[in-house]
């Protein structure tokens, strides 16, 4: 009996903005007979093609839509989000852009590029019925640019955006790669690694032995790699290189590829939505960056992971989603 108080307790207490989790408002939706997974169609230039999504939960006002890392990443290692959403009642939406796993992957070099990808989240939002009302916009890592290029063409779609471990400049972030990141590194694995790089041996089971010790598990999940895990590693098992290496390039240690130039510094203050700005200590990318990018914003805000690294949803879990759930909140709520 006590056990059922308890629960009763804990159901009585749930977050405010949660919405219901009974299912009932699922009657009636597009994706309930699939457990809440579309293959919708997206217009390019190159023709018809669709993408993966799946929506998780149902909130009539907090709709999170999650841009995943790469490009040419899966949706598969922001699964760490079914751990904290949905007892949260936030709604939100996995999604394998164009060319990774899930999705159609066409071999069309033509459409590996920001703009097209750009009206893609669009075509995507449009067709999952997110507005100003209910639309958050998430971005991690390459997500991040995908998701302030979306927020700097479509202003008034969104009711919230998240840059989650991205800086605004990819020239500032290889500045801050060669500086600060390599000057940190052994200098005998250093030289190694980019003598492999410069032989262009990116496949050679050395160089990526000498990142994984140096480089992996110091910034980009500070957990020894064995531990990794599942989701992270079916994403890295599933990354397709066709579209990573055009646009970010082979090395991983600073961007090479097409985004080599992009930069959006001077555009922040033209993004004028409650956007949430993530990073972390042991980043790949610059902490100091990310924190100058929310005071640039209109209405930004910074959460600051101490303990996390590029993949700090992993290795600083709880301080990541309970500031990112806030964030949500308070949005949600009008507080922000």
Request: net charge negative; with cysteine.
């Amino acid at each position: 009996m006590r056990r059922l108080v308890l629960f009763a307790v804990i159901v009585v207490f749930l977050p405010a903005c949660a919405g219901r989790t009974d299912g009932l408002e699922d009657s009636g939706r597009a994706d309930t007979l699939s457990g809440g997974v579309r293959l919708i169609p997206i217009r390019t230039p190159k023709g018809e093609f669709r993408v993966w999504t799946k929506r998780v939960g149902s909130n009539p006002t907090v709709k999170v839509l999650l841009l995943h890392g790469g490009p040419g990443f899966t949706h598969e290692y922001l699964e760490a989000f079914d751990s904290y959403f949905p007892a949260a009642g936030i709604e939100y939406y996995y999604y394998d852009q164009l060319g990774s796993y899930y999705s159609d992957q066409p071999d069309e070099p033509e459409l590996w590029n920001t703009p097209r990808f750009v009206e893609e989240v669009e075509q995507v939002r449009r067709a999952l019925e997110l507005g100003p009302d209910d639309f958050y916009l998430y971005g991690h890592s390459w997500g991040g640019i995908l998701a302030i290029e979306y927020a700097l063409a479509y202003p008034g779609r969104l009711k919230g955006l998240i840059i989650s471990n991205m800086m605004a400049s990819i020239p500032a972030y290889n500045r801050y790669a060669r500086e600060v990141l390599m000057p940190r590194m052994d200098p005998a694995a250093l030289a190694e690694i980019q003598g492999y790089e410069a032989a262009e041996e990116y496949e050679n089971p050395r160089y990526m032995e000498l990142l994984a010790e140096h480089h992996y598990i110091h910034h980009i999940l500070r957990m020894p790699q064995a531990e990794w895990p599942d989701p992270l590693m079916r994403a890295f098992k599933h990354l397709n290189t066709s579209v990573y290496i055009p646009m970010q390039g082979p090395s991983e240690l600073g961007a090479s590829g097409a985004l080599v130039d992009w930069d959006r510094s001077e555009d922040l203050g033209r993004i004028d939505v409650p956007t949430l700005v993530i990073g972390a200590r042991h980043d790949t990318m610059d902490p100091e960056h990310m924190k100058w990018m929310a005071g640039e914003l209109k209405r930004g805000r910074y959460l600051y992971c101490r303990n996390g690294s590029h993949l700090a949803l992993y290795d600083d879990q709880q301080a990541y989603f309970q500031g990112l759930i806030e964030f949500l909140r308070d949005v949600d709520s009008g507080r922000f």
